[in-house]
């Protein structure tokens, strides 16, 4: 056999070719440049460590063969995502550690459908993974960090290793992202490729989200992926040697310096007859190939991994002391944590919501306190642990979970964690110009903990306010979000939703997003109506790299979205605007409309005009901005409360658009302004102090 000495760095990615059919392809010579224009020093170095291990290793093998000593890793993975489907769940990351411990323990029940060759050299690496529940800095931790980034895109840049790095020396890292580039689905390098103090920062496994586990966005097809990086990770090759490319006539001249896996070209399908380097059989059925029915790691191959978890090369030998399990959590996980979410956070009197434990750890009791006199508690994980739960009143909720293990308990109080609101809070038509007392009615959600929603006197298209989110501190990723409360739409026939919104790009074009979308379900479920994208109708003024303020109402856009569908007209009608951000300008809004059409008979005609009075209450005199959809004939009048008109605005024909009425400072008192077509009329309060 050839002794392997150069660096090599495994970055495997797959496409599909049939249902559940995937080939790899490999970019290694593009990796290994990248590492070493990163770290020039290194490519001279690395040889003689991957060396040094290799002699290593042939001696542990030769003196002691393999070992049975269960070694256990900590790991920790780092999930980077934009809020999308790469941020995958706390279960499909336990399903991809399950996978590991049952492959790397030769646990897996397809062992059945090993050939006979290799039957007898099937194994049990004695290799266990476990998600760390103390951090580096002693602090209790689930094993999984969540970190929102753009970089989520792009796996192949080491950055992404500089959001979130645990020593290497205690912990396996896994960083999980959307994408990696160049097809590729999970990378990782040999000890000896990162050996030395240069190489911390880079060593790990970064894998794409729907290659991790077999649920979720992952699949069974897929799930095998990080053991297979795993074993690179722990000195293996691919089990036709050195180079990227299987199925290559010359890979016969390599070998993976196993003994017991024949020299072999490599496979991207299954072909369980094949001895493409002479007389001996393929084994096509090893992690190591890409043949996708693998289902085994050899004796050599195991003895090979625990050669490298006995060497000091890269730390690996650190991870699996006692010490280090004991500092890393990974014996007896302590309870140290009470943590729920739910599946909403605002729902309607009479609905339900789902809580779902996410307590760490070995938890075995539960008790919830809902907030409204109901609690539920017991250690019946079916019943007590993700309960559900049906508020019978409007009002906001703290909720309360307990947790215990038997010997200890520990508490979280999440204060006004639920909003549960009435049917028809608000009746069509509905008109909001933000230059009342914020939020009023509307329920933002800053998801991420940045800038949120809030009113400002500095822009606006009407009136002396609107609605920002200040995108320019926003990093990318992050969303917020902006609900209505519930607004009647019983018995219409159509109704819209228009507003009026300013933003720009930034020098750098990006493709920020705002959403609008409607539920008929108070919330329950959505469906988008409108998108605005930062690429193409999102901006409404020139591109700027200074802090964006609509300079007039030129810099403001404005759309009416149609509703028509039957599922939304009800008392639970609501709608909600999203901003994700990727790296954008600011945003505001104003003059947000819901006009509503009914028959005649079901409910009074609704006008079709639009309006804002402000100040109101006033010290002074009023504004009054009202929006026309087509010209028509339009009386308004200010009346007192002894019933006598004050003041009459308008009489007479007023063409389609926006007209401004000034209403002249009156006595103190509450007045009534009254908006009339024809035999239908709208009526609004204010008041003069």
Same mark, same amino acid.
């Given at each position: 056999?050839?002794?392997?000495? %150069?660096?090599?760095?495994? !970055?495997?990615?797959?496409?599909?070719?049939?249902?559940?059919?995937?080939?790899?392809?490999?970019?290694?010579?593009?990796?290994?440049?990248?590492?070493?224009?990163? #770290?020039?020093?290194?490519?001279?170095?690395?040889?003689?460590?991957?060396?040094?291990?290799?002699?290593?290793?042939?001696?542990?093998?030769?003196?002691?063969?393999?070992?049975?000593?269960?070694?256990?890793?900590?790991?920790?993975?780092?999930?980077?995502?934009?809020?999308?489907?790469?941020?995958?769940?706390?279960?499909?990351?336990? *399903?991809?550690?399950?996978?590991?411990?049952?492959?790397?323990?030769?646990?897996? %029940?397809? +062992?059945?459908?090993?050939?006979?060759?290799?039957?007898?050299? $099937? %194994?049990?690496?004695?290799?266990?993974?476990?998600?760390?529940?103390?951090?580096?800095?002693?602090?209790?931790?689930?094993?999984?960090?969540?970190?929102?980034?753009?970089? +989520?895109?792009?796996?192949?840049?080491?950055?992404?290793?500089?959001?979130?790095?645990?020593?290497?020396?205690?912990?396996?890292?896994?960083?999980?992202?959307?994408?990696?580039?160049?097809?590729?689905?999970?990378?990782?390098?040999?000890?000896? &490729?990162?050996?030395?103090?240069?190489?911390?920062?880079?060593?790990?496994?970064?894998?794409?989200?729907?290659?991790?586990?077999?649920?979720?966005?992952?699949?069974?097809?897929?799930?095998?992926?990080?053991?297979?990086?795993?074993?690179?990770?722990?000195?293996?090759?691919?089990?036709?040697?050195?180079?990227?490319?299987?199925?290559?006539?010359?890979?016969?001249?390599?070998?993976?310096?196993?003994? *017991?896996?024949?020299?072999?070209?490599?496979?991207?399908?299954?072909? !369980?007859?094949?001895?493409?380097?002479?007389?001996?059989?393929?084994?096509?059925?090893?992690?190591?190939?890409?043949?996708?029915?693998?289902?085994?790691?050899?004796?050599?191959?195991?003895?090979?991994?625990?050669?490298?978890?006995?060497?000091?090369?890269?730390?690996?030998?650190?991870?699996?002391?006692?010490?280090?399990?004991?500092?890393?959590?990974?014996?007896?996980?302590?309870?140290?944590?009470?943590?729920?979410?739910?599946?909403?956070?605002?729902?309607?009197?009479?609905?339900?919501? $789902?809580?779902?434990?996410?307590?760490?750890?070995?938890?075995?009791?539960?008790?919830?306190?809902?907030?409204?006199?109901?609690?539920?508690?017991?250690?019946?994980?079916?019943? #007590?642990?993700?309960?559900? #739960?049906?508020?019978?009143?409007?009002?906001?909720?703290?909720?309360?979970?307990?947790?215990?293990?038997?010997?200890?308990?520990?508490? +979280?109080?999440?204060?006004?964690?639920?909003?549960?609101?009435?049917?028809?809070?608000?009746?069509?038509?509905?008109?909001?110009?933000?230059?009342?007392?914020?939020?009023?009615?509307?329920?933002?959600?800053?998801?991420?903990?940045?800038? %949120?929603?809030?009113?400002?006197?500095?822009?606006?298209?009407?009136?002396?306010?609107?609605?920002?989110?200040? =995108?320019? =501190?926003?990093?990318?990723?992050?969303?917020?979000?902006?609900?209505?409360?519930?607004?009647?739409?019983?018995?219409?026939?159509?109704?819209?939703?228009?507003?009026?919104?300013?933003?720009?790009?930034?020098?750098?074009?990006?493709?920020?997003?705002?959403?609008?979308?409607?539920?008929?379900?108070?919330? !329950?479920?959505?469906?988008?109506?409108?998108?605005?994208?930062?690429?193409?109708?999102?901006?409404?003024?020139?591109?700027?790299?200074?802090?964006?303020?609509?300079?007039?109402?030129?810099?403001?856009?404005?759309?009416?979205?149609?509703?028509?569908? *039957?599922?939304?007209?009800?008392?639970?009608?609501?709608?909600?605007?999203?901003?994700?951000?990727?790296?954008?300008?600011?945003?505001?809004?104003?003059?947000?409309?819901?006009?509503?059409?009914?028959?005649?008979?079901?409910?009074?005609?609704?006008?079709?005009?639009?309006?804002?009075?402000?100040?109101?209450?006033?010290?002074?005199?009023?504004?009054? &901005?009202?929006?026309?959809?087509?010209?028509?004939?339009?009386?308004?009048?200010?009346?007192?409360?002894?019933?006598?008109?004050?003041?009459?605005?308008?009489?007479?024909?007023?063409?389609?658009?926006?007209?401004?009425?000034?209403?002249?400072?009156?006595?103190?008192?509450?007045?009534?302004?009254?908006?009339?077509?024809?035999?239908?009329?709208?009526?609004?309060?204010?008041?003069?102090?």
């Amino acid at each position: 056999m050839k002794l392997l000495s %150069a660096v090599f760095i495994w !970055l495997c990615a797959f496409n599909s070719i049939a249902q559940d059919h995937f080939t790899y392809f490999c970019g290694q010579t593009a990796a290994r440049e990248r590492l070493f224009s990163r #770290h020039p020093h290194a490519q001279a170095t690395c040889e003689h460590d991957s060396q040094e291990l290799e002699r290593f290793t042939q001696l542990q093998e030769s003196q002691r063969g393999g070992g049975t000593q269960v070694y256990i890793i900590p790991v920790v993975f780092h999930v980077i995502h934009l809020n999308g489907n790469e941020n995958i769940s706390t279960d499909q990351i336990m *399903d991809a550690i399950n996978i590991l411990n049952r492959d790397f323990r030769k646990q897996n %029940a397809d +062992t059945i459908a090993i050939v006979d060759d290799f039957v007898d050299i $099937a %194994a049990d690496s004695y290799i266990e993974f476990r998600l760390a529940t103390i951090d580096p800095e002693g602090n209790c931790s689930s094993g999984i960090n969540r970190v929102v980034s753009d970089l +989520t895109n792009d796996g192949y840049n080491s950055d992404i290793k500089l959001l979130s790095n645990w020593p290497r020396n205690s912990y396996l890292n896994v960083w999980v992202c959307s994408n990696i580039g160049n097809n590729v689905a999970g990378y990782t390098y040999m000890p000896g &490729d990162v050996n030395g103090n240069w190489g911390a920062l880079e060593d790990g496994i970064v894998m794409r989200s729907d290659y991790v586990g077999s649920i979720g966005t992952g699949s069974i097809a897929r799930s095998r992926t990080l053991t297979h990086e795993v074993g690179h990770w722990l000195n293996l090759y691919h089990t036709w040697g050195p180079t990227n490319a299987p199925a290559e006539a010359s890979n016969c001249d390599f070998d993976d310096n196993v003994t *017991d896996t024949p020299n072999t070209i490599g496979y991207v399908s299954c072909n !369980l007859n094949g001895a493409s380097c002479g007389s001996a059989r393929d084994n096509v059925q090893n992690y190591m190939e890409y043949s996708y029915c693998s289902r085994m790691f050899t004796q050599g191959q195991a003895n090979r991994m625990r050669a490298a978890l006995q060497s000091n090369t890269a730390s690996r030998n650190q991870l699996w002391t006692q010490a280090n399990l004991a500092e890393t959590g990974v014996l007896n996980p302590p309870l140290c944590a009470a943590s729920f979410t739910s599946s909403q956070y605002t729902v309607c009197a009479g609905d339900e919501v $789902a809580f779902f434990d996410n307590s760490f750890h070995n938890v075995t009791s539960w008790t919830w306190d809902f907030g409204d006199g109901q609690s539920l508690d017991g250690n019946d994980p079916l019943i #007590h642990k993700n309960p559900i #739960h049906a508020y019978s009143e409007p009002g906001i909720y703290s909720v309360t979970l307990t947790v215990g293990n038997g010997v200890q308990t520990v508490s +979280t109080t999440e204060t006004a964690f639920v909003r549960v609101l009435s049917s028809a809070m608000m009746q069509a038509p509905f008109s909001e110009g933000f230059e009342g007392t914020w939020p009023g009615t509307w329920i933002s959600n800053n998801i991420n903990g940045d800038e %949120a929603w809030e009113t400002t006197s500095t822009a606006f298209y009407s009136g002396s306010k609107s609605l920002r989110l200040r =995108n320019f =501190n926003i990093d990318a990723g992050n969303v917020d979000e902006l609900y209505s409360a519930t607004i009647d739409l019983t018995g219409a026939e159509m109704a819209s939703i228009s507003y009026k919104w300013a933003w720009a790009n930034r020098s750098t074009e990006t493709d920020d997003r705002l959403r609008l979308s409607a539920s008929g379900d108070c919330g !329950l479920t959505w469906s988008m109506r409108k998108m605005h994208k930062g690429t193409t109708n999102l901006p409404t003024a020139d591109p700027t790299d200074a802090f964006f303020v609509p300079a007039g109402i030129n810099d403001w856009s404005e759309t009416t979205v149609e509703l028509i569908n *039957d599922e939304w007209f009800n008392d639970r009608f609501r709608f909600k605007f999203d901003f994700t951000s990727y790296g954008g300008n600011n945003l505001y809004l104003d003059d947000i409309n819901v006009v509503a059409e009914f028959p005649s008979g079901v409910k009074e005609v609704t006008p079709l005009f639009i309006y804002s009075v402000y100040p109101n209450p006033s010290e002074g005199g009023m504004t009054l &901005d009202v929006h026309q959809l087509s010209s028509e004939s339009v009386q308004i009048l200010l009346v007192n409360a002894l019933g006598q008109v004050v003041d009459q605005l308008h009489n007479g024909s007023l063409s389609s658009g926006k007209h401004i009425f000034t209403i002249d400072e009156q006595a103190a008192g509450l007045y009534t302004l009254v908006l009339s077509k024809g035999t239908h009329s709208d009526i609004r309060r204010v008041v003069f102090r």
